[in-house]
């Protein structure tokens, strides 16, 4: 082969590694979301040229980001997850909703650079400690949780609520996607159950969304038969990812 065919050949498949990322798939786990099920990923590295566009890219097709790599579940037999978005413009909050919104109006949002402090890993343990004794989380250590924060190739942020006092309520991490907010994880203080913290985190981010411009705010995957997700019917009108892209999700909420 000659050395100019070398260097062609060598150019398209650098340049096909930016266009096409390798995809790879996990092996068959116990599904932690629905019981008697196994679960399978498929995922990749946010690499690339522009690992911003590629993250992009992948969440409208409804991978989620976990540090820096995107993943989207492929099991077999299996399409219970729904990836879904809240279409911000459409989007009007029930009465308790706004009672909830009332209830924490002594809170109040800023947003924080990717940056793991102390004080966020302490709410968080007392948070997975509380709300989530069994899960796969719950061993996470400081540098773990340093790792899920600041291991990110593209715009991302921590949403932070806290009282006039600087005391943390809550934190939610947050990427910026060219469309919209993508609510990547978040905890808050579970012994004040009576403010529904969850709910109120989830509120604000889209009225942030609201303020910025942005068309959606993306909350992963809904799953039916499965309680833990079952508040993200709530946020209605809500969009699911199906065999036609985007459409409405028809799915009975609870108020």
């Given at each position: ?105 002594d809170l109040t949002l800023s947003q924080a650079p ?142």
């Amino acid at each position: 082969m000659r050395s100019d065919q070398k260097k062609d050949r060598l150019s398209l498949t650098e340049h096909s590694t930016v266009r096409f990322p390798y995809f790879f798939v996990t092996v068959p786990a116990p599904c932690p979301y629905l019981p008697g099920r196994l679960e399978r990923k498929v995922f990749t590295r946010l690499t690339g040229d522009d690992p911003i566009a590629l993250n992009d890219a992948l969440t409208h097709a409804g991978f989620r980001r976990s540090q820096g790599i995107a993943y989207k579940p492929a099991c077999e037999g299996c399409q219970a997850c729904v990836s879904v978005r809240v279409p911000v413009d459409r989007f009007q909050p029930t009465r308790s909703m706004r009672k909830i919104i009332a209830r924490n109006i002594d809170l109040t949002l800023s947003q924080a650079p990717p940056f793991a402090t102390e004080e966020q890993f302490g709410l968080l343990r007392h948070y997975l400690e509380a709300r989530h004794p069994g899960g796969g989380m719950v061993e996470m250590d400081a540098l773990d949780y340093a790792a899920m924060i600041e291991d990110s190739p593209i715009d991302t942020h921590i949403a932070e609520y806290r009282n006039g006092a600087g005391r943390l309520y809550g934190a939610c991490l947050v990427d910026r996607l060219g469309d919209g907010l993508s609510l990547v994880y978040s905890f808050f203080n579970p012994d004040d159950a009576g403010r529904s913290l969850g709910s109120m985190m989830v509120l604000g981010q889209i009225e942030r969304a609201r303020q910025l411009g942005l068309p959606y705010v993306y909350l992963g995957y809904w799953i039916e038969g499965c309680r833990k997700m079952v508040y993200k019917a709530r946020y209605q009108p809500l969009e699911g990812l199906g065999p036609d892209g985007w459409r409405p999700l028809e799915i009975k909420a609870t108020d």
